[in-house]
């Protein structure tokens, strides 16, 4: 015991004893440490393979057709295993939307940082945010199906997330202040927020059905760079037009 640790235990009233430990004692008590960070990692890891797996099976089937014993096979473990780290379904497909939304609002504030410090002007600002958001969209299709079985469900598990309403309130807030929107009109940025989710978000729920019928191939090498260009003038349209009308342009 540490001369520290026994005055300390001394002053206490407590007994202590000085004997030395033994060597076997001493790498016993060291090695079990690097082993249970060990188990701490492999339980990390463990738990976002599942997640991850999770995300993919619920996007690609859907809830109902998801299982827990399906969950665990994609995840190349037991079965069972994600009902120990999750408890049920119901649990872990709210954790897969939370993490989906944990994920959104690291981006947001990622691109309020990006822009206020750029100091350019908010037609620049507004076609680097609908470049962000576009290549967001486009790397978590997941994310945006996921939302999508959500919205045409019986389901409430989003009414039930107050992280969901917190991340797009604060992309909401976000996109004024980027923009130099004027504070006390929330309708016209909501309009905007809107458009941008709604613009972005359709090619990937439709590439198979609307985008294939009009002749657009999603696969495309110059597909999402026309896209962007595409929804950032309508945008910028819509902001300019609003600039033109109001004073309230930063």
């Given at each position: 015991m540490p001369d520290i640790e026994i005055a300390i235990n001394l002053l206490a009233g407590k007994q202590v004893s000085t004997l030395p430990r033994t060597r076997g004692y001493d790498i016993m008590a060291r090695s079990t440490k690097p082993e249970s960070r060990e188990r701490v990692r492999d339980a990390e890891r463990s738990r976002e393979l599942i997640l991850d797996?999770?995300?993919?099976?619920?996007?690609?089937?859907?809830?109902?057709?998801?299982?827990?014993?399906?969950?665990g096979k994609r995840a190349g473990m037991s079965r069972a295993t994600p009902g120990y780290f999750f408890g049920s379904k119901a649990e872990l497909h709210r954790a897969v939307l939370e993490r989906c939304f944990a994920d959104v609002r690291r981006a947001v504030r990622e691109g309020k940082a990006r822009a206020l410090a750029s100091g350019q002007t908010p037609d620049v600002i507004l076609a680097g945010a609908v470049a962000d958001y576009?290549?967001?969209?486009?790397?978590?299709?997941?994310?945006?199906?996921?939302?999508?079985?959500?919205?045409?469900?019986?389901?409430?598990?989003?009414?039930?997330?107050?992280?969901?309403?917190?991340v797009w309130q604060e992309a909401l807030a976000a996109f004024r202040q980027e923009l130099g929107l004027d504070i006390s009109d929330t309708s016209e940025a909501a309009h905007l927020l809107l458009s941008l989710v709604a613009l972005t978000w359709f090619p990937i729920v439709h590439r198979g059905t609307f985008l294939k019928a009009v002749g657009l191939d999603p696969q495309a090498p110059d597909f999402a760079e026309q896209r962007r260009r595409h929804i950032t003038t309508l945008l910028l349209g819509a902001l300019r037009e609003r600039a033109s009308n109001t004073s309230t342009w930063s």
């Open positions: 797996a999770a995300e993919h099976l619920f996007a690609e089937r859907g809830y109902e057709e998801t299982s827990l014993s399906d969950v576009s290549d967001f969209v486009a790397a978590r299709p997941n994310f945006v199906r996921l939302i999508e079985r959500e919205a045409l469900s019986d389901r409430t598990v989003l009414e039930g997330m107050p992280l969901r309403l917190a």
